[in-house]
């Protein structure tokens, strides 16, 4: 995930996901990282809509 990405949270597995569609936004990631790796800096905060 990239530095500045949102993430979501996915109530059917528990995981966090940059997909918004159907899960819940609880943050931005703050430390970019690859894409194998399981764990990710997120910073827990309401970030507006795009545009808004």
Do not use: E, H, S
């Amino acid at each position: 995930m990239a530095a500045g990405a949102r993430v979501f949270g996915n109530d059917t597995d528990r995981r966090l996901t940059t997909t918004a569609t159907g899960n819940f936004q609880v943050g931005i990631v703050t430390v970019a990282a690859p894409t194998a790796d399981t764990t990710v800096r997120v910073m827990l905060a309401l970030v507006p809509a795009a545009g808004a």
